[in-house]
């Protein structure tokens, strides 16, 4: 059967979805590179809420999807962006997410990664700043997850030059009790970080970023670099001191960074990496085993619906992320913390879904064009 698909023009054309998915090889630990999937939160569908209420979360669903992830190979970062940390998920709701996944990441011997910012402040003094961030890595390690230092909207506000932020982030890496993942958050994903390390100039930003590596690479694990920019990472990576690694957060450009040049690569901390796992997961196997062009040749194809997912205004592609994620059969409805799943059009998801289908993500593409299909009809788009 076919399915009508909205387009933007206000037409529709039929489209017929696959009718099997992909098939995936046995799944395993990944030995070439450390790949964390940014995972999303799942929403309490029948929670009396509003958009700028605390936020309701289905937690046996949040942590199946979880357990799904790691069961793939993948680590997880938890509370981060895709999370809609600062869309839709407070500091508390956090805090709680943290401590949940941290413990079934024990439990099942999975590996996470936590992020730890400054939002449970809407701004402030550099003490208070550093306050927040205090509290919340604390929070993080206390849980036994790694942590994520992510960028912070209050500190962007505060911050008068270069030197706070390398004075604050030298404050945090002395404190911290493990080697921590820097996180480096573009303007695209959002706006409040315009300006980040000191200066909108990238090149004179990225200078005091490595400042703050260089003063102290042993508190470093790594730096998740999420600017869309391959040509930055590349030459930033280069500059790492040895045993710092580099997460690519570049949803555009991912598998080149991945796959690497003969000076170096890129791990992976990525937000497409949620719709994506099984076959990311399948492609790093493949090159596990030396095999460059099979991985490219597995994850290439992926790249257009990570770049319809997080087309402008970028920092909405948590909505495509969770829409996929009901199609899939992760969650057994298609909301969203803050009601951002109306923060994409018709078209739009209608296109996540085409892309998706043709890719062979769905395990079940049955249930997914059941489920496309109702959704259309919500929208009164004849069948």
Known sequence: MTLRLPLPDGSTRAYTPRAEPLALSATGPLTSRTVFSAAHVVADPYADTTPDSPAAVDWDATLAFRRHLWSHGLGVAEAMDTAQRGMGLDWAGAAELIRRSAAEARAVGGRIACGAGTDQIAGGTLAEVRAAYEEQLAVVEESGAQAVLMASRALAAAATGPEDYLDLYGHLLRQAGEPVILHWLGPMFDPALDGYWGSADLDAATETFLDVIAAHPDKVDGIKVSLLDARREVELRRRLPGGVRCYTGDDFHYP???????????????????????????????????????????LDPTVALSRHLFRAPTRFYKTGVVFLAWLAGHQEHFTMVGGLQSARSLPHLARAYELADGLGLFLDPARAESRMRSLLTVYGVPQ
């Open 256 to 298: 080149e960074l991945i796959a690497g040049d003969e000076q170096g690569f890129s791990h992976a901390l990525l937000g497409v990496f949620d719709p994506l796992g099984p076959l990311a997961a399948e492609a790093v196997r493949i090159l596990d085993t030396g095999d460059a062009d099979g991985f490219r040749k597995v």
